[in-house]
């Protein structure tokens, strides 16, 4: 069993950046792929980056492109994603995400964190 949980959320300006961190424990040797997403009130929840674990390549929404980067400590276990130039729809709260083959920004992976809420005024 993998679990997840999210922290370093809070509340920031606009222009601001934040960074992201996702835990994982338990069993987490082959769920490899991971991947950032984000619920915003009333809305879907959006993919938003993707990335292999001890790979370079990734893949990011357009709507965070250019601004927010996703990476991965093998050492520490541990997903990050890096917030710049915050606008005020990045409001939402964020989850992580795991899985042992490959979605993407699509929303079936098999474990997810419970969120860290991201306030952008």
């Known amino acids: 069993d993998v679990q997840l949980v999210e922290s370093g959320g809070g509340s920031v300006q606009a222009g601001g950046s934040l960074r992201l961190s996702c835990q994982a424990s338990g069993y987490t040797r082959n769920w490899r792929y991971m991947g950032w997403f984000r619920q915003a009130p009333g809305k879907e929840r959006e993919g938003l980056a993707a990335?292999?674990?001890?790979?370079?390549?990734?893949i990011y929404a357009a709507s965070v492109k250019g601004r927010f980067t996703i990476s991965h400590d093998n050492a520490k276990n541990t997903l990050y994603l890096q917030m710049n130039s915050l606008k005020p729809e990045d409001t939402a709260i964020y989850y992580c995400?795991?899985?042992?083959?490959?979605?993407?920004?699509?929303?079936?992976?098999?474990?997810w964190g419970q969120g860290t809420q991201v306030t952008v005024s």
């Open positions: 995400a795991a899985d042992r083959l490959y979605y993407g920004l699509g929303l079936g992976y098999a474990f």
């Open positions: 990335i292999l674990t001890g790979a370079t390549s990734t």
